[in-house]
């Protein structure tokens, strides 16, 4: 089981541009990773094991921008859906 983030990330993004899709849950995601051999899934707990990984990566301030947990819910976007730069406007 190899827990690389930017492997993670490029198989998420993959999977969303199959799907024509721009966010999935944990749930989706861990699945699709599942399918991918990418990381194992809990069949008792859907999502479990990715969840656990974000929460390590959250702790350790390294979570990455296009990944969000809001009221418990995580969400993670295509990660091209991101600005990499900031963007300065001029009137």
């Given at each position: 089981?190899?827990?690389?983030?930017?492997?993670?990330?490029?198989?998420?993004?993959?999977?969303?541009?199959?799907?024509?899709?721009?966010?999935?849950?944990?749930?989706?995601?861990?699945?699709?990773l599942?399918?991918?051999?990418?990381?194992?899934?809990?069949?008792?707990?859907?999502?479990?094991?990715?969840?656990n990984?974000?929460?390590?990566?959250?702790?350790?301030?390294?979570l990455?921008?296009?990944?969000?947990?809001?009221?418990?819910?995580?969400?993670i976007k295509?990660?091209?859906?991101?600005?990499?730069?900031?963007?300065?406007?001029?009137?």
């Amino acid at each position: 089981m190899n827990c690389n983030v930017q492997t993670i990330q490029n198989c998420l993004d993959d999977y969303m541009l199959k799907r024509g899709k721009t966010e999935i849950g944990d749930i989706e995601a861990n699945q699709a990773l599942a399918v991918a051999g990418v990381l194992t899934d809990d069949q008792v707990h859907p999502g479990r094991p990715l969840r656990n990984l974000l929460r390590k990566l959250r702790d350790t301030n390294v979570l990455p921008q296009n990944v969000k947990q809001i009221q418990g819910s995580w969400t993670i976007k295509h990660s091209k859906t991101m600005a990499k730069v900031l963007q300065i406007l001029q009137f």
